[in-house]
């Protein structure tokens, strides 16, 4: 199905905020990567701070719906972690201009939309915190500190998106293997 021409707008842009940041890219950066005219582009979308509103709740509503999803299932914590490895690599693969934008310009973005990103970002921490310290309680997880380990698994994965494209982006059926192996077995 071709993309509306919003939906057009808000690609280049996000191609654009990747490349340069969001503060560094104007709606006429936006306008003239389309061949077209700035003004043409507010029939369409009303300005930056849509953009990357649009840009980052999608990714975030993302991983939020997914986390809730797996904190339902009757998973081993071990399992849910793998799960949210999983999703993440899906997500990345498949949204790594917004992943680009979430994690480089979530910053920019103002009032209730910030408000909204940043509480989904605290419950997706939290939820993942406590799967991890159910696992440690079970005994299923080495009894390390929740944060270290919450902390290296997902700023691991954070960054996926700039180290898959400097390696020519790998299967993901690898990625999600070799990651879930690492990040859970780790390498000894």
Do not use: C
Not at 121 to 144: L, M, T
Request: aromatic fraction near 6%; proline fraction near 2%.
């Amino acid at each position: 199905m071709k993309p509306t021409r919003k939906q057009e707008i808000i690609q280049v842009a996000a191609s654009l905020f990747k490349e340069k940041g969001y503060s560094a890219v104007s709606m006429r950066d936006i306008a003239q990567a389309m061949d077209i005219k700035a003004a043409s582009l507010y029939n369409h979308i009303s300005g930056k701070q849509e953009i990357l509103s649009t840009l980052i709740l999608e990714v975030a509503k993302a991983f939020t719906n997914k986390m809730s999803a797996i904190t339902l299932e009757t998973l081993t914590p071990l399992q849910k972690i793998e799960k949210v490895i999983e999703i993440h690599i899906d997500i990345t693969v498949n949204y790594s201009e917004n992943i680009a934008t979430l994690n480089n310009d979530w910053m920019h973005l103002e009032g209730d939309d910030l408000e909204r990103v940043v509480k989904m970002r605290e419950d997706y921490e939290e939820n993942f915190r406590s799967i991890i310290k159910q696992g440690v309680a079970q005994g299923d997880i080495k009894p390390q500190h929740p944060e270290v380990i919450l902390f290296s698994i997902l700023s691991t994965l954070r960054t996926l998106y700039l180290w898959n494209e400097k390696r020519g982006k790998m299967d993901v059926n690898v990625l999600k293997k070799d990651m879930v192996s690492v990040l859970i077995k780790g390498i000894a």
